[in-house]
């Protein structure tokens, strides 16, 4: 079992993307034997939680960004990066455009993170023609409510795996008319493509997340795991269930594949099973290597 902390960049905003837009994602991870506690940012400057993750007794961050911008502070991101090197597991996920970039303070997991005006991808295009409003990144993966086919590599990474399917892996995620990106560094040996989908309107491969597994710190220690998912639309209520709610200014169709299928999304939430247990299962080799420095 594992003391997972699932959290918003945004206050409690009931026309928003707050924490109680991914219930069934705090549901799903209660239901899988985890200790979850779910919670908006705090109002207050530096968020109290967040500024001392390192010192509470938590062992994975599920960091939803649904900020449009200042979403974590100086303090908020310090204490997020002490809790990874005390070997915390860290879960992100953002969206298109800007939506989440304060995840750029994250040092490595800011890193992988491309947006529109900071730190975008080398070749940036629009690929969602649906909403003129919303630029890239921006890959249009499909409605929400719809499915997603998943691209893989040989080997596939372990977050994929499961017993269910004749492949052995994953093969489908929730969809997202304009999910963001994120990539692999050159830099970052470390960092590796979980899988990848494919825009509809484009026919464009696109990353669906990144993990980072192996980096060390400045003291030559251990981070905790973390892996970057370019879209936190993967994980919620509305694109789980269309009928759950979404905040007014969405405004794409909803498709209904998941309600009338629901056997590949069950298939599916073992992947979401999956990063909650391999984000921690390092943390006996990393305590030992932290206790012998």
Known sequence: MARILVQTTIVDTDDDWNVARFSLLAEELRRSGHDVTARNRDASEVDPTLSRLDGLEYDELWLLAVDTGGGLTADDAAGILRFRQRGGGVVTARDHHDLGSC?????????????????????????????????????????????????????????????????GHIEWFPAHPHEGAVSVPDD??????????????????????????????????????????????????????????????????????????????????????????????????????????
């Open 103 to 167: 995840l750029l303070r994250l040092g490595s997991i800011g890193r992988v993170n491309h947006f529109h005006t900071k730190n975008p991808e080398a070749n940036p295009r629009r690929d969602d023609q649906d909403n003129p409003g919303i630029s890239w990144p921006n890959y249009h993966s499909g409605a929400n409510g719809d499915y997603q086919r998943v691209f893989v590599d040989e080997p596939v990474h372990e977050l994929l795996h499961t017993d269910r399917t004749a492949s």
């Open 188 to 293: 970052s040996p470390f960092a590796t493509v979980v899988g990848r989908g494919r825009s509809v309107v484009t026919r464009r491969y696109f990353n669906l997340a990144v993990a980072l597994d192996g980096e060390v710190g400045d003291d030559g220690r251990p981070l905790g795991r973390a892996l970057a998912c370019s879209t936190f639309h993967h994980f919620a209520d509305m694109n789980w269930d269309v009928h759950a709610g979404a905040p007014s200014f969405v405004t794409d169709p909803p498709g209904r594949e998941i309600e009338r299928d629901p056997l590949r999304f069950e298939i599916f939430k073992g992947y979401v099973r999956n990063i909650a247990q391999w984000l921690v299962a390092d943390r006996g080799a990393a305590a030992q290597a932290g206790a012998a420095a």
